[in-house]
């Protein structure tokens, strides 16, 4: 995880969120349609639903594009439909990557995917060869400047999370997936904003990167995030504050 919420405050230092807006719509639109599909258009009873709900509110998307999108995805409005692919690879370094993509062509997906990871010094895995690397999890993200650290521990492990963690300003509640939904319903019950809430994969063990790997690194993860089909990547690398601090300020 700490690779990757790295690799997140990395892009805010860049200053590339406003201009992700757009196709970060496509994603959680895409997300959103596949959630109403597969388990309908009820949040209450939905809860992936409900995690993509949040994450469109969290990028500001408007309601009515919301609105719409679950229409798409329980066929009361026309659209696409996108089937769900994981992708296992291997990054700079001999990271391990999982691509989560929501794709309505899979054999142009695997192509382009399998593309870009040649060209910032990855390459494809073989079906199971990394997966075993990850845990799933689920995962609440909270500004720090939402709640103090003392409530939220108490709160979160009465209802159950296995960890909480205050990483640079935001905290990170990790739990089990079958207590996922129990933690945040106790932390939206105690008026506690939530900025992220999803069923996560944790790295068991993480690759530590010098400044040379987690440029590549880094770079790799730009590269297919900005891919419309990919929705989530993650990956088991970790880099020192030190040599983060030094890429930001060579953006």
Do not use: C
Request: charged letters at 30%; hydrophobic letters at 40%; zero cysteines.
């Amino acid at each position: 995880m700490s690779g990757h919420s790295k690799w997140s405050t990395i892009k805010r230092k860049k200053g590339k969120a406003d201009a992700e807006r757009g196709r970060m719509f496509t994603k959680v639109g895409r997300e959103i349609i596949t959630a109403a599909r597969d388990g309908g258009g009820d949040p209450d009873m939905n809860p992936r639903l409900r995690s993509a709900i949040t994450a469109a509110k969290a990028v500001n998307m408007p309601a009515d594009n919301i609105k719409r999108a679950i229409q798409r995805g329980t066929g009361e409005l026309p659209g696409a439909q996108y089937e769900e692919v994981i992708y296992e690879a291997y990054g700079p370094n001999g990271v391990a990557i999982l691509i989560k993509a929501l794709t309505d062509n899979k054999n142009r997906t695997v192509a382009e995917i399998r593309h870009l990871l040649s060209k910032n010094n990855g390459n494809m895995g073989e079906a199971g060869s990394v997966a075993w690397m990850f845990n799933r999890a689920g995962l609440v993200e909270i500004d720090a400047s939402n709640t103090s650290e003392e409530e939220l521990i108490e709160v979160a492990l009465e209802a159950g999370a296995s960890d909480v963690i205050n990483d640079n300003g935001s905290f990170s509640v990790t739990s089990e997936p079958d207590q996922f939904e129990d933690v945040r319903s106790a932390l939206e019950a105690k008026g506690i904003d939530i900025s992220n809430a999803e069923l996560t994969m944790l790295p068991q063990n993480t690759i530590q990167l010098d400044d040379k790997g987690a440029d590549q690194m880094l770079k790799l993860m730009d590269a297919l995030d900005e891919h419309d089909d990919v929705q989530k990547v993650w990956a088991n690398f970790d880099i020192d504050d030190a040599v983060m601090e030094r890429l930001g300020a060579g953006a």
